[in-house]
């Protein structure tokens, strides 16, 4: 309904639930059809209206929806489409990842949580999305959902301000069971713990760039036995604005809240230090995730004695592919 927003060619109300309609339709035409979906959102602007009204959609045609009462990370949507509570069959999160605060998306997820197959994606496009129209579109108000058919995913606490439309005991501790789920993947929990002890354990600091991570992440990495963890507050930069004032786009130039940039990761350091005056030195690892938090960067220090290979900088941020080598080194040593 904003005039900034209107036409076919922009992600604005009309077109995501004509597009949702359009998925909708093609899951309802499966055999066995479709009937259970994981809806998300991250700290997008508008991003948990979008959702909500895309999740209204869906209860109109029939699907128990399963709505996160809280910006998301996009990787607990995946964990939740096929956990043995809820086998969903579909997911969708309103989020626009790393790109800047301009924009926005619709990540569709199916059933084990990845992405559908490119065939069943031109099959849903071609024959489903594609000839949706507003004709299609209707919706179920939460208030007005049959019993068994509407369910929020969520911590234990109820999210503050939520609107459960009368339903608070239909919510699932899907957090707890997503932790529970990570902790699996350590492959030497006993040196975490060790580390923990020492005289020297190891220092992380963490910057949410105003996402979705910024409770569950240190979470994560408490559970998993870090004891010292500092998260970036500064400038806001754990606060949900989907404007990612610490990362405005310069005049002709986009500035992305992406972790894997440079430019981003050295306005995160910059922060930190502001923040934490000298303890920079102090901390081994700085950890960044983007908004929807499937992303990840991470600063090292650089050895004095070799920062005249790195133009005298201090700190680097390691590419992606260097840090998946040395994870997969460690899987394949321990």
């Given at each position: ?9 922009t ?12 998925v909708?339709k093609?899951?309802r ?41 809280e ?20 997911g ?12 926005n ?12 197959d ?66 699996r ?6 040196l ?31 559970q ?7 998260s970036?507050t ?16 310069e ?18 350091v ?9 303890e ?54 321990s």
């Amino acid at each position: 309904d904003a005039p900034i927003l209107k036409g076919p060619n922009t992600l604005n109300n009309v077109v995501l639930l004509c597009t949702s309609a359009g998925v909708a339709k093609y899951g309802r035409s499966r055999k066995p059809a479709f009937d259970r979906i994981v809806i998300g959102y991250d700290s997008r602007v508008r991003g948990g209206d979008f959702a909500r009204s895309i999740a209204e959609l869906f209860l109109a045609y029939g699907y128990a929806v399963f709505f996160f009462d809280e910006p998301c990370p996009y990787p607990v949507v995946t964990f939740a489409i096929p956990h043995a509570r809820i086998k969903a069959q579909l997911g969708v999160l309103i989020s626009a990842s790393h790109n800047d605060y301009r924009y926005n998306g619709f990540k569709l997820s199916c059933g084990n949580g990845s992405q559908f197959d490119p065939k069943d994606r031109d099959e849903m496009y071609t024959r489903f999305i594609e000839p949706a129209s507003t004709a299609d579109v209707k919706l179920c108000p939460f208030d007005e959902a049959p019993d068994g058919k509407l369910y929020f995913l969520g911590g234990r606490e109820k999210a503050e301000g939520f609107d459960y439309a009368g339903r608070e005991d239909c919510r699932i501790n899907i957090l707890n069971e997503h932790r529970d789920h990570v902790m699996r993947f350590l492959v030497n929990a006993d040196l975490l713990a060790r580390q923990s002890r020492s005289e020297n354990p190891l220092r992380t600091g963490y910057c949410a760039y105003h996402g979705a991570g910024r409770a569950i992440v240190p979470g994560l990495l408490k559970q998993a036995g870090l004891t010292h963890i500092r998260s970036i507050t500064h400038n806001g930069l754990d606060d949900l604005d989907g404007l990612f004032p610490s990362f405005c786009s310069e005049p002709g130039r986009e500035q992305q809240p992406d972790p894997g940039d440079p430019r981003a990761a050295a306005i995160a350091v910059e922060a930190y230090e502001q923040e934490y005056p000298g303890e920079f030195e102090n901390t081994d690892i700085l950890i960044g995730t983007d908004p929807d938090a499937d992303r990840c960067g991470v600063v090292v220090k650089v050895p004095e004695v070799q920062r005249h290979l790195y133009s005298g900088r201090d700190h680097l941020l390691l590419p992606a592919d260097d840090v998946w080598a040395l994870v997969l080194w460690y899987r394949l040593q321990s």
